[in-house]
């Protein structure tokens, strides 16, 4: 008794996908949300949602008050915005660097680069931009990497776990399956025909 006495003494308390606001989605596509979070807009919300933009904007001392009053010893914060509401549709920022492992689809995280990409409204449809700077981001992954894109060099989220990710191109297979093209030509039109040297080979 002692002994596992002893052994809860050691377990931590480890709160997963805590959220946060940042500035850039308050002022973005967030902007309703602090809208109605405003006493001064009068609505009957503005109370509770106040206090989740205070609560959820502070990453300093009042949360770690709060992990502390509630016996949590470590805090996941949610990766699912961090401010990407603030950059332009083709910019693309690393996060992880590529010979680590990302937490994001369970039994292929060991195997796969993970990519997020935002998209403005509910049916998941990618800006142009996006679109763009999504093609060429994999075509630089798959050469460097040596990944077929339409052979299982590309997956979704969606083919690991059915997660419904990314929306658009689960529900629009052929949008999947153009994407996936569009990548591989793209690495092709850099090869001349006919036997040539790089860096890698003949």
Known sequence: MEKLESS????????VEEHYLTPAFLQGIGKEYAMVANPANGHPMAGQFSKIVEMSGDLGE???????DTGVDVQVLSMTSLGAEGLQG???IQLIPEDEISWCTNSANSY???IEACHPKADGKFTDET????VELCVDLCKRWGLDPEHGGLIR???VTKK???KWFVDHADAWDQFKKEVAIKIKQEYEIG????SNSW
């Not at 809860?8 to 709160?15: D, N, S, V």
């Not at 009042?62 to 502390?68: E, F, Q, T, V």
């Not at 036997?195 to 790089?198: A, K, L, R, S």
Request: one cysteine or more.
């Open 8 to 15: 809860k003494e050691q377990l931590r308390i480890i709160a």
């Open 62 to 68: 009042k949360r770690i008050a709060n992990m502390d």
């Open 90 to 92: 083709a910019e693309v």
């Open 112 to 114: 796969t680069i993970s």
């Open 131 to 134: 679109y763009k700077s999504y």
């Open 157 to 159: 989220h969606y083919d």
């Open 164 to 166: 419904v990710c990314p």
């Open 195 to 198: 036997w040539n040297h790089d």
